[in-house]
């Protein structure tokens, strides 16, 4: 499956060093849905300044936040939520019965 850049509605904004394990579960939902995307890298704050854009957008300056369809979330389980009922025609992450999500 090849995306264009048209095919992207959702800016991944995730750690540079790809330390941040909020920023890999949301990394992995977007991959293991196959949801075309773009990242744009953010310094964590051991690592210097967040750059101005960001910190309009999230002013606590935490990762990872995503842009969907011009909708900013900025806490993972909101974002995967969000992709879950945005996406509903890629595979489904969550468990289909009770019995499942109760394990």
Known sequence: ESNTEDDVRVVFYRDHAS???YCHKVW???EEKRIPY???K???RCYGE???SFTR???SGAIPVAEIDGVVYNQSNDIIFA???I???KKSLSPKNEEDRSR
């Open 19 to 21: 330390w941040c394990p």
């Open 57 to 59: 957008m999230q002013p």
């Open 87 to 89: 996406f509903t025609d």
């Open 42 to 44: 953010i310094n964590m």
């Open 38 to 40: 773009r990242v744009e």
């Open 50 to 52: 967040k750059p101005p």
């Open 83 to 85: 992709l879950e009922q």
């Open 28 to 30: 992995l939902s977007l």
